[in-house]
């Protein structure tokens, strides 16, 4: 075999054939560094001398079904010029490493459609092994991501296990891209987030999250001046909870009196008014609904009006809006109405801040789905860290991992 075809396929620069081996199934290339490509690892001098040498065993990319393993035999390299006498340098594999460049580069690109199982399976490697590869590819991208141009976060925190276990989950608005996957949901477990981010000099504007008063007391104290938004999202889902206990307790009245004529209709009430006027059946219950039990129709109507908030023409109008829509529900005798209104007013500097910084978690929200698949298809994770790479780059995956 020619020194050539092994260059071209296996990538064994500056190295000579010597023999091939069979070797219990596999093929074994044995080679060695050419003399004049020796160099000193410390100086890079050439004016080095042979002090005897060893062989390592290196695996790297397979001929067809057939393993491939690469006898490298190195030298010990004493320097003229610095005097330093150690082996030479391996170049076609990592330093401790038992496989190529070459094969860690394929599993990579393999990663990208096919399962780490199928892959260690297809190539007979350990599963580890191939896990390995994938973890450092993915280390090395994020270690050369800049935080330089972030301006607008997007904050959200995800259930990862039974038992109330949390991770919070910060993305670029403007890039799309997962900037950190960080364990639990206090103030604290941001604090590396925004150190990063004042290291690298992003000038930081705003952050939408939702009303947790860990997130924002984060914000305020590791990033003072940053305007905390409350989007849409998070507002009318505390609006259709408080709609939600006031037909709980609406029902527990009517079915006290010997009716239950609410009970069957959650759903029906959470639809937006467009939605329910569009279908006549639902339009006609609604409508029913509504003759019976007054308080249950003001409160809807609360909710529906809370949406338009979203919808007027500035911040000025936006305001004058808000306080209208809250002292029509301060003065509605309905408690989860009331502490809605409470919850509202005490955050209405971030829901207004929307009109300054129209940004939203729904781009989070979107993500955190594709996390929660990505974890069911993984049925669970061994390794905390490689997960969390996963997600940083979740974007750009189109596999399927098993068993991760």
Not at 290 to 313: G, S, T
Not at 385 to 404: A, C, P
């Amino acid at each position: 075999m020619s020194t050539s075809l092994l260059y071209h396929t296996l990538g064994t620069i500056n190295y000579r054939y010597v023999k091939t081996e069979y070797k219990n199934g596999r093929l074994l290339f044995h080679i060695i560094k050419k003399k004049n490509k020796r160099k000193c690892p410390v100086c890079k001098s050439r004016e080095v001398t042979c002090q005897g040498g060893r062989s390592y065993e290196i695996q790297t990319l397979p001929f067809g079904f057939k393993q491939v393993w690469l006898c490298v035999h190195l030298k010990v390299l004493k320097c003229k010029s610095c005097g330093a006498q150690r082996q030479g340098d391996r170049e076609i594999a990592l330093p401790r490493k038992t496989y190529t460049k070459k094969l860690a580069r394929m599993v990579v690109d393999l990663a990208k459609y096919m399962t780490l199982k199928d892959i260690a399976d297809f190539l007979q490697l350990k599963w580890h092994l191939v896990r390995d590869m994938v973890r450092e590819n993915l280390q090395k991208q994020e270690a050369r991501r800049s935080w330089r141009d972030v301006r607008f976060l997007a904050i959200d925190e995800i259930a990862i296990r039974k038992g109330h276990r949390y991770m919070t989950v910060v993305v670029d608005l403007e890039s799309g891209l997962v900037l950190d996957v960080v364990n639990g949901r206090d103030a604290m477990c941001l604090q590396p987030v925004f150190t990063r981010l004042k290291r690298a000099r992003a000038r930081l504007q705003a952050v939408a999250v939702d009303m947790s008063p860990a997130y924002r007391k984060a914000i305020e104290t590791y990033a003072p001046g940053v305007t905390i938004v409350h989007d849409r999202f998070h507002v009318v889902q505390a609006a259709n909870a408080a709609l939600d206990q006031v037909r709980r307790e609406e029902q527990r009245v009517e079915q006290h009196k010997g009716r239950s004529v609410i009970k069957g209709h959650r759903f029906l009430l959470l639809k937006g008014r467009e939605k329910v006027e569009n279908h006549v059946d639902s339009a006609s219950k609604l409508q029913q609904l509504f003759e019976l039990n007054e308080n249950l129709y003001r409160a809807y109507l609360l909710k529906e009006d809370l949406r338009e908030f979203w919808n007027q023409p500035g911040k000025k109008q936006a305001e004058l809006f808000l306080q209208t829509w809250l002292k029509e529900a301060s003065s509605l005798n309905s408690a989860p109405m009331n502490k809605l209104a409470r919850m509202i007013a005490r955050h209405k500097d971030s829901i207004l801040s929307w009109y300054d910084f129209p940004i939203s978690t729904g781009p989070l929200e979107g993500l955190n789905n594709k996390i929660k698949v990505l974890k069911r298809r993984a049925y669970g994770f061994r390794n905390h860290e490689f997960f969390r790479l996963l997600v940083l780059f979740l974007h750009q995956k189109k596999f399927k991992l098993n068993g991760t």
